[in-house]
């Protein structure tokens, strides 16, 4: 609405054309966080100065690529939306990974003042943690307060603030396809990004067991259960693997990359590694009782064979469908994932959003460069 009034205000045919341009530009790459996103934004900036969610994506954008003139932008994103609660969040968000504190908990100090006004808005919720909470609130898909990590070193924190959803095209599909009472494993949940929204697909007659190994995200799971009132997601804290034990979790800066160290012998950082408990999903079916699994989503950082190694029982007894992680870290296809499912009798398709279309894997070469494959089981009618 605010780009509709400014664009409808242009003064002539030139102007309103470098408006659409610089609409084009900030709206052309969903990760608007990396280096590429970032140039993008810097050159719509020029062509839309008075945009707030422009400044917002420029500011966030500029930190998370460790460049603190992305406070600028914040600045000016919060001059353009004086009130809104986006724009002081971030500020709040920046100065607190800035190790700034009194600018910070102004920011915060702001937040509790609307928060204690608008106690029912959820948009200010987050206002009533401390400084030194390690979560806070962000609003998501207008039906759920989700937990996040306080910073904006976690990629889910600054691309919900900055954008308010999450940008992976195949989430379009992931709720398409989910229907109430079906049942639902996330693998590498995360803080709920996907678990949160098949909660909300399949309803309190369905079920969503959330896998995650870091017991900071645990944390933010079961809080967004317990402030949202949510009894259909199981939190599993541990890593879905192919056995049963102990395992090191190395942790990383954005808790989205975190992995388990498959190499026994290697030295690290005992600083940067937490032990985790370990599970294959084929125990966890029989220790929940399940009598179905219709979607199983992975997403475990180059771990994926091995989740898989874990779950032969439920792939032959369930056949769900699958969306995995097709490129984790640097590899440009998870190749033994794709031959492991298609050995399985598995179908691999890639999404295209808006026209909803799953396009078939015809060989490994197009496998490279796509963020996420979906996998049908033989039986499975598109």
């Given at each position: 609405?605010?780009?509709?009034?400014?664009?409808?205000?242009?003064?002539?045919?030139?102007?309103?054309?470098?408006?659409?341009?610089?609409?084009?530009?900030?709206?052309?790459?969903?990760?608007?966080?990396?280096?590429?996103?970032?140039r993008l934004l810097n050159l719509a900036v020029q062509l839309l100065p008075e945009s707030s969610v422009v400044n917002l994506q420029l500011g966030i954008a500029n930190l998370a690529n460790q460049q603190e003139e992305g406070l600028l932008f914040l600045h000016r994103a919060r001059q353009l939306l004086p009130?809104?609660?986006?724009?002081?969040?971030?500020?709040?968000?920046?100065?607190?990974?800035?190790?700034?504190?009194?600018?910070?908990?102004?920011?915060?100090?702001?937040?509790?003042?609307?928060?204690?006004?608008?106690?029912?808005?959820?948009?200010?919720?987050?206002?009533?943690?401390?400084?030194?909470?390690?979560?806070?609130?962000?609003?998501?898909?207008?039906?759920?307060?989700?937990?996040?990590?306080?910073?904006?070193?976690?990629?889910?924190?600054?691309?919900?603030?900055?954008?308010?959803?999450?940008?992976?095209?195949?989430?379009?599909?992931?709720?398409?396809?989910?229907?109430?009472?079906?049942?639902?494993?996330?693998?590498?949940?995360?803080?709920?990004?996907?678990?949160?929204?098949?909660?909300?697909?399949?309803?309190?007659?369905?079920?969503?067991?959330?896998?995650?190994?870091?017991?900071?995200?645990?944390h933010c799971l079961e809080e967004t259960c317990r402030i949202n009132q949510i009894n259909w997601v199981t939190v599993c804290a541990g890593a879905a693997s192919d056995r049963n034990g102990i395992a090191r979790l190395s942790l990383h800066a954005a808790s989205e990359l975190n992995e388990l160290i498959t190499?026994?012998?290697?030295?690290?950082?005992?600083?940067?590694?937490?032990?985790?408990?370990?599970?294959?999903?084929?125990?966890?079916?029989?220790?929940?009782?399940?009598?179905?699994?219709?979607?199983?989503?992975?997403?475990?950082?180059?771990?994926?064979?091995?989740?898989?190694?874990?779950?032969?029982?439920?792939?032959?007894?369930?056949?769900?469908?699958?969306?995995?992680?097709?490129?984790?870290?640097?590899?440009?296809?998870?190749?033994?994932?794709?031959?492991?499912?298609?050995?399985?009798?598995?179908?691999?398709?890639?999404?295209?959003?808006?026209?909803?279309?799953?396009?078939?894997?015809?060989?490994?070469?197009?496998?490279?460069?796509?963020?996420?494959?979906?996998?049908?089981?033989?039986?499975?009618?598109?």
């Amino acid at each position: 609405s605010e780009f509709i009034e400014q664009l409808l205000k242009s003064e002539d045919a030139l102007q309103q054309a470098m408006m659409l341009l610089g609409e084009v530009l900030w709206q052309s790459h969903p990760i608007f966080y990396n280096a590429f996103g970032l140039r993008l934004l810097n050159l719509a900036v020029q062509l839309l100065p008075e945009s707030s969610v422009v400044n917002l994506q420029l500011g966030i954008a500029n930190l998370a690529n460790q460049q603190e003139e992305g406070l600028l932008f914040l600045h000016r994103a919060r001059q353009l939306l004086p009130n809104h609660p986006a724009m002081i969040q971030a500020l709040y968000l920046a100065y607190r990974d800035l190790g700034q504190s009194v600018a910070a908990q102004f920011w915060l100090n702001l937040a509790q003042n609307f928060h204690q006004k608008y106690p029912e808005d959820p948009s200010w919720q987050w206002g009533q943690f401390d400084l030194d909470s390690p979560i806070t609130y962000v609003p998501f898909e207008n039906k759920f307060l989700l937990a996040v990590e306080a910073s904006f070193r976690s990629i889910v924190t600054l691309v919900l603030v900055g954008a308010g959803s999450w940008f992976e095209a195949e989430m379009e599909f992931w709720q398409d396809w989910l229907k109430p009472g079906m049942t639902v494993i996330d693998v590498g949940a995360n803080v709920g990004v996907y678990t949160f929204s098949a909660a909300e697909k399949v309803g309190p007659e369905g079920r969503v067991l959330a896998i995650e190994p870091f017991s900071g995200c645990v944390h933010c799971l079961e809080e967004t259960c317990r402030i949202n009132q949510i009894n259909w997601v199981t939190v599993c804290a541990g890593a879905a693997s192919d056995r049963n034990g102990i395992a090191r979790l190395s942790l990383h800066a954005a808790s989205e990359l975190n992995e388990l160290i498959t190499d026994v012998n290697s030295e690290i950082d005992p600083d940067t590694v937490e032990e985790v408990t370990c599970f294959s999903l084929d125990s966890l079916v029989e220790q929940e009782n399940l009598s179905q699994v219709d979607f199983l989503k992975i997403d475990a950082e180059g771990h994926e064979v091995a989740v898989l190694s874990g779950s032969e029982h439920l792939l032959q007894t369930f056949s769900p469908v699958i969306l995995y992680e097709n490129i984790a870290g640097t590899q440009g296809a998870n190749l033994p994932v794709a031959e492991f499912l298609q050995a399985r009798g598995y179908r691999l398709f890639y999404y295209q959003p808006y026209l909803k279309k799953l396009h078939p894997i015809d060989s490994m070469e197009t496998l490279f460069n796509k963020l996420n494959i979906i996998a049908l089981p033989p039986e499975q009618s598109l």
